[in-house]
């Protein structure tokens, strides 16, 4: 019963998380994101992380599809099929493989799980990885910073511009300028 | 005591590099001021440091344990190097201030002098292979910048590089020899490498061996890799004397003599050392017969003297190589400096514009034909007495013919010298340009070393004591002056030495009416390609240039690709993880 | 096959579909959409080493860290694909590639 749960949701996830990356337009991929976050989030309470769940639907589903919808309403949709630069059958290849090996590598050496210590989330976050706070502080205030600093001369013109991309790579082909 | 001296010794001309830097190009008299003032103050420092010479560490600094500790041992080996880098540097400062009056960019000029004297202390004083390699690389970075001060000309900047690239060549070897040594010891310390020498796996010790081997002769522009230093001349000259005479090249000899009881047992170690001191020697003396360009005959000619130091350790005489390393860098530095006062009084540096500058220099053409006798090895001079020794110690432990090989360089050395300095001194005014004769600062730097010529190796005595003392594994038995003194005039040898040199300055004499005039083709196209490495060394560019234009074709610029390479580098350490799973 | 291994093999799967679109995306915001997801499979795949671990805190405390990097990574990159925007008037990435190789 319980493995049904998890596995309606860890397929759930996955199927999401493929449609985003094939998705044509910028808007659905966004919201698939959004419906993958919920279910990680979902998996993250069930296995215990509640906090982490909590900080994952309200940052991931919620933050960054908001940050997301503003941007593409800045920068304009920009729907087109595009064939990709790496053809299909090698990045497949690659991929496979990769996720292959780290399958067959982690498998096979899952141990049972034990019982935790006395630590909660609080005494590990704020005393034994006091640092990592810190480092959060620092990063946070240097993404304000970039971010003032990269849209400090946008306005709100660039969505009334038109579409017209410098070039238009339809094909398979690498960029081919004369040297 | 010994071990704020020590630091003093790199840390005050550092201090020095930063306040003159800091002081700015706008007021150059302060800067002028500070960086002699430093300058001295380490010259100083290290004077009073050469008593005190231990073998033992006088200053640790743990810097974890990846790097070892930052140790500093001032033995009489030691000691000895940085008061000659101290002192040579001060001079070389003081005499700059003449020289440089008036140039631009003083602030980056003084600062890397300053930079560069504390690195080269460093560099002797260390007790961790790490960080002399660490020092090497600093002096290697002082001596480019330097090289290529005068950074719109393409020959300087030329220059610089092709002695960066050099150098650093054989910087891998250093490197190289120095991770073998922790690796197989466990520690960096020079030694912990002493004592275990014995211990090591001979093959691994070869491979250390050699490759300190390769980097002694890159940094000493040693044959195979003598082609840097005569472009290395475009720099100023006070640089010239200090970096490319009297200190940096001395480095590569330094590393050979500091090593030689680890190295010694090698078989074909001590050989291959000779066979290259030896090349040296007589490829660059060939080269100086011929060249027209007064400091390149003067670069040749360190390289020539840097081969008999090396021929020396080769041939198992550590203390002669450091005795006549001693000479060769005061009286060196006294050639360079005083050249520098001539081209920096007549404007070029070709000696066929030059003649008969004697009567409008007196004090140059005096102290220049002091350095000169001392080049040439004639009696009493400082040259004579180190050169002599060596030579004594080649006839005894090496082949007759590279004995043979060395005589004829000293008959050569003094037939080129006689050339060089009639050519600018003496004989009939080639032409018409004006020379003044130097200013103050300058002469207070050329009397002072050319009073070294002269007495320096009465310090023999002092010298061999102190590295007998504080050299355990060298085994280095001490020389009074006395014995110095017997050993040299009573044995036979000598006077063979004497009456070739005496041959090669009759033959200069007799020849000196035609010393400006261009030698045949074929010996003129063998000097200026250095015996074809030029074109070597060429070929081995252009080849690199090659390779680096079809690697380029990998750095497509799109994201997409450089994702892939990542991906695949994952794919391949997964794919090795996986393999050697059990 | 218990939750953990479950749980497990959705991780590996949602990042392998994350490598596979950062190998096909040419859109640079669907670049930032990716990359997100790479995160969640990470923060999976960290909460779970930790809990198999026996120190289930510590993973949760790393987790965090994850999101809040990772977070703003996200938005500097958003900045940054608005600015490419405005300069290169567009958002493929071949497109926007200045190197000449």
């Known amino acids: ?179 | 005591m010994a071990a704020w001296l020590s630091l003093s010794l790199i840390l005050i001309p550092w201090l020095g590099a930063l306040l003159v830097w800091r002081t700015g190009d706008a007021a150059p008299t302060r800067q002028h001021a500070l960086a002699v003032a430093f300058s001295l103050a380490a010259g100083v420092a290290a004077l009073v440091l050469v008593p005190l010479a231990s073998p033992l560490v006088v200053f640790t600094l743990p810097m974890g344990a990846f790097f070892g500790e930052l140790t500093l041992v001032s033995d009489g080996l030691s000691t000895v190097l940085a008061a000659i880098a101290c002192m040579v540097g001060a001079l070389a400062v003081i005499f700059s201030v003449d020289y440089m009056r008036g140039e631009t960019q003083l602030g980056r000029y003084y600062t890397f002098v300053l930079l560069f004297i504390g690195a080269m202390c460093g560099l002797v004083l260390s007790g961790s292979l790490l960080f002399l390699f660490f020092f090497w690389e600093i002096t290697a970075l002082c001596s480019y910048a330097l090289i290529s001060f005068y950074n719109d000309d393409p020959r300087a900047v030329a220059g610089g590089v092709k002695a960066l690239i050099i150098t650093q060549v054989g910087g891998i070897g250093l490197l190289a020899g120095a991770l073998a040594v922790f690796a197989s010891t466990g520690s960096y310390q020079i030694a912990d490498l002493l004592a275990k020498a014995p211990q090591i796996a001979p093959g691994l010790m070869s491979v250390v061996a050699f490759g300190f081997l390769a980097a002694a002769a890159a940094k000493s522009a040693q044959f195979p890799f003598h082609t840097w230093l005569p472009d290395a001349m475009e720099a100023p000259t006070p640089v010239s004397a200090l970096i490319h005479a009297a200190t940096m090249v001395n480095a590569g000899v330094y590393l050979l003599a500091r090593f030689y009881p680890a190295f010694a047992p090698i078989p074909g170690w001590t050989f291959a050392v000779m066979l290259v001191g030896l090349a040296s020697a007589l490829i660059t003396a060939f080269m100086a017969l011929t060249a027209m360009d007064l400091k390149r005959a003067l670069a040749y000619s360190t390289v020539s003297q840097l081969g008999y130091m090396v021929y020396a350790i080769g041939a198992g005489g550590v203390f002669a190589s450091q005795f006549h390393l001693l000479s060769h860098a005061v009286f060196k530095a006294l050639l360079f400096l005083a050249a520098g006062a001539v081209i920096h009084g007549v404007g070029t540096r070709d000696m066929r514009q030059m003649g008969g500058l004697g009567a409008r220099m007196p004090l140059v053409r005096v102290v220049f034909v002091i350095g000169a006798l001392a080049l040439a090895g004639l009696p009493f001079f400082n040259g004579f007495w180190s050169k002599e020794l060596i030579l004594e110690e080649g006839l005894k432990h090496t082949p007759w013919w590279a004995y043979g090989g060395m005589l004829l360089g000293a008959g050569l050395t003094a037939f080129y010298t006689l050339r060089m300095t009639w050519m600018v001194f003496f004989g009939a005014a080639r032409s018409e340009r004006h020379a003044h004769d130097a200013g103050m600062a300058m002469k207070v730097a050329l009397v002072a070393l050319a009073a070294g010529t002269l007495l320096t190796w009465l310090a023999v005595g002092g010298f061999s004591g102190l590295m007998e003392e504080s050299l355990p594994y060298h085994q280095i038995h001490a020389l009074g002056l006395p014995g110095l003194v017997e050993e040299i005039l009573l044995a036979p040898a000598t006077y063979g030495a004497l009456g070739v040199m005496a041959l090669g300055l009759a033959l200069g004499w007799l020849l000196r009416g035609r010393a400006g005039v261009s030698p045949p083709a074929l010996v003129e196209g063998l000097s200026r390609t250095s015996f074809g490495f030029d074109w070597l060394n060429g070929h081995t560019a252009r080849g690199v240039h090659h390779l680096a234009a079809l690697l380029q074709k990998t750095q497509t610029g799109q994201m997409n690709w450089n994702l892939f390479g990542i991906m695949a580098a994952l794919a391949a350490v997964l794919l090795v993880l996986w393999w050697s799973a059990p | ?101």
């Open chain 1, 1 to 179: 019963m319980e493995n049904a749960v998890y596995i309606t949701l860890g397929l759930g996830a996955v199927f999401c998380a493929y449609r985003a990356v094939i998705a044509v337009r910028l808007l659905s991929s966004m919201l698939y994101l959004a419906c993958v976050s919920a279910l990680v989030s979902i998996l993250l309470y069930l296995m215990g992380a509640i906090e982490v769940a909590v900080i994952e639907l309200s940052v991931g589903a919620g933050l960054v599809t908001v940050l997301f919808v503003y941007a593409l309403s800045v920068v304009g949709e920009d729907a087109r099929d595009l064939l990709s630069v790496i053809p299909k059958p090698l990045a497949w290849f690659t991929i496979l493989l990769v996720a292959g090996l780290v399958a067959w590598l982690t498998f096979p050496t899952l141990p049972r799980p034990a019982q935790d210590g006395i630590l909660s989330l609080k005494e590990a976050l704020w005393q034994r990885r006091a640092l990592d706070v810190w480092v959060q502080i620092a990063l946070i205030f240097s993404g304000v910073m970039g971010v003032l600093g990269l849209l400090a001369d946008t306005g709100r013109g660039p969505a009334a511009q038109p579409l017209e991309p410098k070039s238009a790579r339809i094909a398979h082909q690498p960029e081919e300028d004369a040297e």
């Open chain 3, 1 to 101: 096959m218990t939750p953990l291994d479950i749980v497990l093999l959705v991780a590996v799967l949602l990042l392998g579909v994350a490598f596979y679109g950062l190998l096909i995306t040419r859109n640079l915001i669907k670049m930032v959409v990716v990359l997100q997801l790479l995160v969640k499979g990470v923060v999976l795949a960290l909460v779970l080493a930790g809990n198999v671990g026996g120190r289930a805190a510590l993973g949760h405390s790393i987790a965090v860290t994850v999101i809040v990097a990772d977070t703003v990574v996200a938005v500097v990159a958003l900045a940054l694909a608005v600015q490419v925007r405005l300069r290169f008037g567009t958002l493929d990435i071949p497109g926007i590639s200045s190197l000449k190789g």
